[in-house]
């Protein structure tokens, strides 16, 4: 499956995006979806994941209570709703699918996207 993420952009401290991750699978509502993202100099690492009925959710700390992950089956799209943004956040975000996987580590997904540029000004 390709992964085609968009949405990112230059955005002020406290300010929101959205972002977007349209897939190509025919079959989307099998994979469970992830949005992770990467800082300069620091490894990559999870933000937020999704089960294929969007029943399961999970964030990480850092970003639990500002972002909002969900999806479009109907769409073939996850989207990654960010609120109250800080200089912290900003990162390539990068969706990721995975038909069995649903947890936290970069290694488990098989699919990956292109990545977004977020960039948060102070």
């Keep these: 499956v390709q992964l085609q993420a968009s949405g990112g952009g230059f955005v002020q401290a406290g300010g929101s995006l959205r972002l977007s991750c ?3 699978a025919r079959t989307f509502n099998i994979y469970n979806m992830g949005w992770f993202r990467q ?23 850092p970003v639990k209570g500002r972002f909002t992950i969900s999806r479009d089956n109907t769409k073939n799209t996850v989207y990654l ?30 699919y990956w996207g292109q990545g977004t540029l977020v960039t948060v000004s102070s």
């Design 81 to 110: 709703q960010m609120n109250g943004l800080n200089p912290e956040d900003t990162a390539v975000y990068y969706c990721a699918a995975d038909q069995y996987y649903t947890g936290r580590y970069t290694g488990n997904y098989d």
């Design 39 to 61: 800082a300069p100099g620091k490894e990559r690492e999870f933000v937020a994941t999704i089960s294929r009925t969007g029943g399961s959710i999970s964030y990480s700390d």
């Design 22 to 24: 349209v897939a190509s």
